[in-house]
T-cell receptor, first 109, second 111 residues
Framework: DAKTTQPNSMESNEEEPVHLPCNHS???????IHWYRQLPSQGPEYVIH???SNVNNRMASLAIAEDRKSSTLILHRATLRDAAVYYC??????????FGTGTSLTVIP | NAGVTQTPKFQVLKTGQSMTLQCAQD?????MSWYRQDPGMGLRLIHY???????DQGEVPNGYNVSRSTTEDFPLRLLSAAPSQTSVYFC??????????FGSGTRLTVV
């Protein structure tokens, strides 16, 4: 099964960019990489996903390495509302997602 | 759109009781999943479905049953509740390649 590795925690100052890394060296060539976040006491929220090229949406950008062994979620200007646990997850057959422990992001005012 | 609706939001069960957690989505999503999240932990996949009439097991299926008779509904049944099943349960749905939309969760306590 594809495994991902993320730092347990990160800190960022408010209104500064945040780069959240993820290593996924064992994913297959057809596994999309999805990112979710979970705010305190809420269910997870979809952020973004991609396969090979960089992706942008209103919430974030996703930069995927050319060899697909890693990716980086970019929040362009962190706000206090971005404080959450961020999960990097490969999409498996049947649209299965196995969540790890993610990265807990603290945003400092 | 209501999105993904889970009921009840809170439930207390006695050990050995059975119950069904309800999950309904109004987005015509083919994929649906059930997760549990223990305090301070990540989510673990219990069961999932790729369409009506098709279900399969995830990481932690023991003690739970599911069925998918319609596209909209994906109930999770606890057969005989145990204290180890105290958790927050999340239901989610998606299109085939899209991101999942999660419900707001059911907080279950088994005493």
């Amino acid at each position: 099964d594809a495994k991902t590795t993320q730092p347990n925690s990160m800190e960022s100052n408010e209104e500064e960019p945040v780069h959240l890394p993820c290593n996924h060296s064992t994913i297959s060539g057809t596994d999309y990489i999805h990112w979710y976040r979970q705010l305190p006491s809420q269910g997870p929220e979809y952020v973004i996903h991609g396969l090979t090229s960089n992706v942008n949406n209103r919430m974030a950008s996703l930069a995927i390495a050319e060899d697909r062994k890693s990716s980086t979620l970019i929040l362009h200007r962190a706000t206090l509302r971005d404080a959450a646990v961020y999960y990097c997850i490969p999409r498996l057959t049947g649209n299965q997602f196995y969540f790890g422990t993610g990265t807990s992001l603290t945003v400092i005012p | 759109n209501a999105g993904v609706t889970q009921t009840p939001k809170f439930q207390v069960l006695k050990t050995g009781q059975s119950m069904t957690l309800q999950c309904a989505q109004d987005m015509n999503h083919e994929y649906m999943s059930w997760y549990r999240q223990d305090p301070g932990m990540g989510l673990r996949l219990i069961h999932y479905s790729v369409g009506a009439g098709i279900t399969d097991q995830g990481e932690v299926p023991n003690g739970y049953n599911v069925s998918r008779s319609t596209t909209e509904d994906f109930p999770l049944r606890l057969l005989s509740a145990a204290p180890s099943q105290t958790s927050v349960y999340f239901c989610a749905s998606s299109y085939s390649l899209g991101g999942y939309t999660f419900g707001s969760g059911t907080r279950l306590t088994v005493v």
